[in-house]
């Protein structure tokens, strides 16, 4: 898929990764950028493609309105998220469900929402921002952990129930981006500028997955072998004891 003239939706499109795979689609020519937001008043772009947007993925009927707004959208970046840090074992249950619910229903509600609009309009592309951590646990977000390993194999189903419409589904996966979701972080983050081009870029490639950084990659390419030290490591990495 190549950009230019493409109709696309970004969630979570008022700040963070969102805010650059906005940037970044209008930079390679986008006809129309859907920016949604759960508070679509805190989407500022000084450019008319830009169309402020209100979706909750908490708010099935929110996400309803958006597609029925966005009926001619060709390209679905999904982006929203948050982090809670609870704790699977002690933390509070409710903080627990509700990554849950953002990441994999919420995720789910926008992609079922928006599938016959893509498939009305010739089949367009779905992006899935993901997580390294899609792929190992860490003691400080292992809800967030559990939640984007359910996302990232959600989008590998939705990939091959979609195909048949000739929609192509794209995971891409990075380790902390220097965004306000990470900003309690002290290890190295990457430019969330990256997030989109590199996205883009394998669109355009052809590349159902895209691993943005080194670090990501070395967690993909532990999954192979004994876990005990890849977790060794890990721990070590993250000063967790």
């Not at 772009?45 to 909750?56: K, N, S």
Request: charged content about 20%.
């Amino acid at each position: 898929m190549e950009i230019t003239d493409q109709i696309a939706l970004v969630t979570g499109a008022n700040r963070g990764i969102g805010r650059q795979f906005v940037l970044e689609l209008l930079d390679r020519g986008a006809r129309t950028v859907y920016a949604t937001a759960r508070r679509p008043e805190t989407v500022t772009f000084d450019d008319p493609r830009v169309v402020p947007v209100r979706l909750d993925l908490l708010d099935q009927q929110s996400i309803a309105a958006a597609a029925e707004t966005a009926h001619d959208v060709t390209l679905l970046i999904n982006n929203a998220g948050i982090s809670t840090g609870a704790s699977l074992v002690t933390g509070d249950l409710a903080e627990i469900h509700r990554e849950m619910d953002t990441h994999f229903w919420g995720t789910l509600d926008v992609i079922r929402a928006f599938a016959p609009v893509l498939a009305a309009n010739g089949g367009g592309a779905i992006v899935n921002v993901l997580s390294a951590l899609s792929w190992f646990a860490a003691p400080a977000g292992a809800s967030y952990a559990v939640a984007k390993a359910a996302e990232w194999n959600m989008t590998n189903g939705v990939r091959l129930e979609l195909a048949a419409q000739g929609t192509f589904v794209q995971g891409v996966l990075l380790g902390a981006a220097d965004t306000d979701l990470t900003g309690g972080y002290d290890g190295p983050k990457i430019d969330p500028r990256d997030v989109p081009r590199l996205s883009f870029d394998g669109l355009e490639a052809g590349a159902i997955e895209v691993i943005v950084d080194d670090w990501t990659a070395m967690v993909k390419a532990s999954l192979a072998g004994d876990p005990a030290p890849f977790y060794t490591r890990i721990t070590e990495m993250l000063g967790a004891s």
